[in-house]
């Protein structure tokens, strides 16, 4: 089985400021992990992913992510917040447990003040 | 443009009453999956399709049916719906191995009276 924790329902920064979103996951196979935005009244986008190789993935708007399988994290990071930064993020997984299936974590509402 | 398509946009239903709510796509994707989405639980996975012909139960299934008798359209039905159903429901796609993305309709917004 898997499962995915985001630590922070809620998480507000300065503009300019460090982002960090913090996701622990478990999975009995080796994970692939991903991370979404989700804007206003819209469907979720795909921010990166962590499949197989280098451990730290880039993915769109600047934002970065490191798998740290010791740790069983996948933490998201951005050096500097911009306001349009502001939505809600969700750490996913999944894994080869017989079907195509993806475990959300409960989402990370992101604030970003002015 | 390619995409999800989820009709309709947003319902308000009385309890007791049948209802479909539609998931079509175009990108030839193997599989395909309703999601609802409720505030502090996130997104829970409701029932999912492989490929065509084929489903499969999700975390929270109950009161949900699904069919899946082509590639392009995967509905969830509510037979009879309850006020615990009222939620945002999305439909995704992907193109099938478990390193692949999700792509997401604009979902639908459901209210059960």
């Known amino acids: 089985a898997q499962s995915v924790t985001q630590l922070g329902s809620h998480v507000s920064v300065s503009e300019g400021a460090l982002v960090l979103l913090r996701c622990n996951y478990s999975s009995s196979v080796p994970p692939y992990l991903f991370w979404y935005v989700q804007y206003p009244n819209q469907g979720l986008q795909l921010l990166l992913k962590?499949?197989?190789?280098?451990?730290l993935v880039k993915g769109i708007n600047g934002f970065e992510a490191e798998f740290k399988k010791s740790e069983t994290s996948f933490h998201l990071t951005k050096p500097s917040a911009h306001m349009s930064d502001a939505a809600e993020y969700f750490c996913a997984v999944t894994g080869n447990t017989g079907g195509f299936k993806t475990i959300f974590g409960a989402g990370t509402r992101l604030f970003v003040k002015a | 443009i390619a995409g999800i398509t989820q009709a309709p946009t947003s319902q308000i239903l009385a309890a007791g009453r049948r209802m479909t709510l539609r998931c079509t796509q175009d990108?030839?994707?193997?599989?395909m999956y309703w999601y609802r989405q409720d505030l502090g639980l996130g997104l829970r996975l409701i029932h999912y399709s492989n490929t065509a012909g084929t489903t499969g139960k999700g975390e929270v299934p109950d009161g949900y049916s699904v069919s899946r008798a082509n590639t392009d359209d995967f509905p969830l039905t509510l037979a009879s719906a309850v006020p615990s159903q009222t939620s945002v429901y999305f439909c995704?796609?992907?193109?099938?191995?478990?390193?692949?993305?999700?792509?997401f309709g604009n979902g639908t917004r459901l209210t059960v009276t």
């Open positions: 990108m030839r994707h193997n599989a």
């Open positions: 995704a796609s992907s193109e099938g191995p478990n390193n692949s993305p999700l792509h």
């Open positions: 962590y499949t197989t190789g280098a451990t």
